[in-house]
């Protein structure tokens, strides 16, 4: 991820070491948007950082060719970015969710919705998709991994064994990396550590993701994670075209 390579320059920078000792002279990174800001941290240290995008299902769906200059789509995969409502191609630029269709061996996907939402633009005469720039649907993304409501909910409800009441999950943006804060209601005489330790390996082994544990006296009643989490997420990447908060 680029939050990650921008931490190993960071780390590689506090420690002090010479300069003769970093190897890495490209990266290619994906899994979260690549605004120039994140961009611009590693450049120093590694001069080439380009951007790569897909999903489990249908592997590379884009790669960037130049720095910035839009994600070229490979010739395995059929791309279109489609109104989220209708299911219509948009074809002016505007955006919409990336959709999907592979057809080959294995595993056919036909009009597969990953999402995404993007838009298309052109690049000199190559048209290219332009990052991802928000999501549509329930699920968000932390830390490179999508978290599923209805899952984030059987953990917290499966915390009743040690104590807990409610909760739900916060995705937090800190400068460029994500942080999943999970606050919790505990019941009169639990046990907090135990409570802690349980929520914190349970997450890590359903979600993938290590929380922060935090305990609170109330949360607002809704789908986990909550709504400050789809806000932050939603936001357009620095620098990107608008793309409009599209969830049904």
Known sequence: MPSYLSALVEAFDQLGLPAQDWHVAKALVT?????????????????????????????????????????????????????????????????????????????????FGTGDISRWQLTGDRLRLAGVLGRVGAAVKARGMFIHPHRAAEVVRGLADVGVEAGRYVVLRDGDRDELRLELVAAGGADLDAATAAAEERTRASLRVRPRVTFVESVPAGDVPGGRARRDLMKPVPGAPVAPRLSK
Do not use: K, N, W
């Open 31 to 111: 899994a979260e948007p690549l605004p120039d800001p994140l961009r611009e941290r590693p450049v120093a240290r590694v001069p080439t950082v380009l951007m790569a995008y897909g999903t489990a299902e249908a592997g590379l769906i884009g790669h960037e060719v130049d720095p910035g200059a839009g994600l070229e789509v490979p010739g395995h995969v059929f791309v279109q970015v489609c109104d989220p409502e209708s299911g219509a191609p948009v074809l002016d630029g505007s955006p919409g969710e990336v959709v999907l269709t592979m057809v080959g061996e294995g595993t056919p996907l036909l009009r």
